[in-house]
């Protein structure tokens, strides 16, 4: 090293650390990414995932249909097609008067259940669905269709 911090009177000490640190990502990267052990970690699957949407009128139930493509709202991304819908009645907590708290319909209103397929892929850490999609049973998720928007909790995830 001479009087001006350099290496053999070219390369500084400075500039060789930062080269090394450099180095040593890519070759880390390299490694992680194209390991035999990172294509064991995933694996492609059929999903079937479903969505519970709860206390939405009789009309947002008619423009849920099999075959229908469904986007998320917030990412605009495709998670799936409809493979199924089903519904039952809506029912909503009600506090009375003793302080107890019964179940009580909601007239008008139904909870609608419906069933999503996609293709998807498996790590140890999360589902995704096309592409990068993170699923996870409870998450909440708003959906669109060609006909309606809402928003509902995944409800159960199958993987075929």
Do not use: C
């Amino acid at each position: 090293m001479d009087k001006n911090g350099k290496l053999f009177g070219k390369i500084s000490i400075v500039d060789l650390i930062v080269l090394l640190l450099v180095l040593a990502v890519a070759a880390g990267s390299v490694w992680r990414f194209t390991s035999p052990a990172a294509a064991l970690d995933q694996s492609d699957a059929a999903i079937n995932y479903t969505i519970r949407i709860e206390g939405v009128r009789d009309f947002t139930l008619q423009h849920y249909h099999v075959g229908l493509r469904v986007y998320d709202r917030q990412a605009a991304q495709f998670i799936g097609t409809i493979s199924g819908v089903r519904h039952t009645e809506s029912y909503e907590p009600h506090t009375l008067h003793d302080g107890s708290i019964i179940w009580a319909q909601m007239p008008g209103r139904v909870t609608i259940y419906v069933d999503i397929e996609a293709n998807g892929r498996i790590t140890p850490n999360a589902v995704h669905v096309e592409g990068t999609y993170e699923i996870a049973v409870g998450s909440l998720r708003y959906i669109n269709t060609k006909y309606v928007q809402t928003s509902g909790r995944i409800y159960s995830i199958d993987i075929n």
